[in-house]
Nanobody
Framework: QVQLVESGGGSVQAGGSLRLSCAAS????????MGWFRQAPGKEREGVAA????????YVADSVKGRFTISRDNAKYTLYLQMNNLKPEDTGMYYC??????????????????WGQGTQVTVPS
């Protein structure tokens, strides 16, 4: 049973910062791709960032480049999404997801894996 537990969401003024966390097992961190997705009301789910198994290297979507960073703490088996300079359009439910790596860690691949319950991020306009 794959279990992902997100935390860290909340309401923050535009220009502010939040750090989301996703706790998972050591096995997941060492073998699986992990990623962050978000979904705003009435919109499709959007891939935000992904990271490779056991590595600290990852990538973020163009829509958040320069503002969001994905990272992990291997000692705590926790994935992070640091979000800076938040904008109202960043509002939505943010989900952590994971999938076994198959020819890379594309967001479209991770999309078909396991998901957490989500954490809400609100940036009032």
């Amino acid at each position: 049973q794959v279990q992902l537990v997100e935390s860290g969401g909340g309401s923050v003024q535009a220009g502010g910062s939040l750090r989301l966390s996703c706790a998972a097992s050591a096995y997941i961190h060492s073998t699986n791709c992990m990623g962050w997705f978000r979904q705003a009301p009435g919109k499709e789910r959007e891939g935000v960032a992904a990271i490779y198994p056991a590595l600290d290297s990852g990538y973020v979507a163009d829509s958040v480049k320069g503002r969001f960073t994905i990272s992990r703490d291997n000692a705590k088996y926790t994935l992070y999404l640091q979000m800076n300079n938040l904008k109202p359009e960043d509002t939505g439910m943010y989900y952590c997801a994971t999938r076994a790596m198959v020819r890379g860690c594309g967001l479209s691949q991770i999309l078909t894996g396991y998901w957490g319950q989500g954490t809400q991020v609100t940036v009032p306009s």
